[in-house]
């Protein structure tokens, strides 16, 4: 059984760039749950999707926004990246509400 | 709407003494309420869960945790400490029969001393 699976693992943006962020849900799952880390603090809640549609938004803007695919894969994708947007993204999935499976996270440097 | 707070950013133990980590919750409907360990440079992995059934909930790796309603607390304890249990700890909130958005503590650092 192939647990969670993040890419890319780091990287580095500069100011007013765009990234996407992917996840493998574990085999069997169908709803994959996204969270920001940032150095220090614990994870917020940005956003879940479950059958491809969001099902539920944490308080954060618009420019953060996901995709979920038909086999239940996701990306995170975030636009005109700040300084702020630093931090580790976790990926979760799970059965319907079931408990959160976490991968190893993308950690994000914003210069 | 949930909250957590997590008393104590570093906690320091003895090898082989008592682990208590607090975390009290606020939550306007019956929480679930979890334990996450992190390790550096990896994800979360879950301890423990209360999900409404037994008030101590026995975990992985020898943790415990009991859920009190009147203190509205929900502490993480293991008797005796190793230094294997060196790591960061969330403890985490969420509406009861849904883990769909957990609202997490700012996390407790753990150091085991030899």
């Known amino acids: 059984e192939t647990g969670v699976t993040q890419s890319p693992t780091h990287l580095i943006k500069t100011r007013g760039q765009q990234v996407t962020l992917r996840c493998s849900s574990q085999s069997g799952h169908n709803t994959v749950s996204w969270y920001q880390q940032a150095l220090g603090q614990g994870p917020q809640f940005i956003f879940q999707y479950y059958r491809e549609e969001e099902n539920g938004r944490g308080n954060f803007p618009p420019r953060f926004s996901g995709l979920q695919f038909p086999n239940y894969s996701s990306e995170l994708n975030v636009n005109a990246l700040e300084l702020d947007d630093s931090a580790l993204y976790l990926c979760?999935?799970?059965?319907?509400?079931?408990?959160?499976?976490f991968g190893e996270g993308s950690r994000l440097t914003v210069l | 709407a949930q909250s957590v707070t997590q008393l104590g950013s570093h906690v320091s133990v003895s090898e082989g003494a008592l682990v208590l980590l607090r975390c009290n919750y606020s939550?306007?409907?019956?929480?679930?309420l979890f334990w996450y360990v992190q390790y550096p440079n990896q994800g979360l992995q879950l301890l423990l869960k209360?999900?409404?059934?037994?008030?101590l909930v026995k975990g992985i790796n020898g943790f415990e945790a009991e859920f009190k309603k009147s203190e509205t607390s929900f502490h993480l304890t293991k008797p005796s400490a190793h230094m294997s249990d060196a790591a960061e700890y969330f403890c985490?909130?969420?509406?009861?029969?849904?883990?769909?958005?957990?609202?997490f503590g700012s996390g407790t650092q753990l150091t085991v001393l030899p």
């Open positions: 979760a999935s799970s059965f319907n509400t079931g408990e959160l499976f």
């Open positions: 939550s306007s409907v019956p929480p679930y």
């Open positions: 209360y999900t409404s059934a037994a008030t």
């Open positions: 985490a909130v969420t509406p009861s029969g849904s883990a769909r958005q957990l609202t």
